[in-house]
């Protein structure tokens, strides 16, 4: 079976960066799929950070904001998948989620991820 597993949150102040990491297993070497990190802000819905395809390693993020602070990255997919917060602010503040999107097909929405990991929390103080 496939497993995510999030980890490396924590407490940090604003302007500082965070690695957060998802652990991933299960995969096989033929098996192509995406992994998506997410996140849910208290009082708000869940929401797409950045995309990360197995078959080729293109890397998508969910606007530009996100872009220009946000890095996701893998040197094997089937093993970690890396996201990357520089200057963090207040309102990044949410768990963070990775999840696996095995249909091949439309990777930035939510509902094509079915298997998903446990959440880490991101806290950042102003």
């Known amino acids: 079976d496939v497993q995510l597993q999030a980890s490396g949150g924590g407490l940090v102040q604003a302007g500082e960066s965070l690695r957060i990491s998802c652990a991933v297993s299960?995969?096989?070497?033929?098996?192509?799929?995406?992994i998506g990190w997410f996140r849910q802000a208290p009082g708000k819905e869940r929401e797409g950070v950045a995309w990360f395809d197995s078959s080729d390693g293109r890397t998508s993020y969910a606007d530009s904001e996100k872009e220009s602070r946000f890095t996701i990255s893998s040197d094997n997919p089937r093993h970690t998948v890396h996201l990357q917060i520089h200057g963090l602010k207040p309102e990044d503040t949410a768990v963070y989620y990775c999840a696996a999107n095995v249909l091949g097909i439309g990777f930035r929405v939510q509902q094509s991820y079915t298997i998903w990991g446990q959440g880490t929390q991101v806290t950042v103080s102003s």
């Open positions: 299960g995969f096989t070497s033929h098996d192509n799929f995406y």
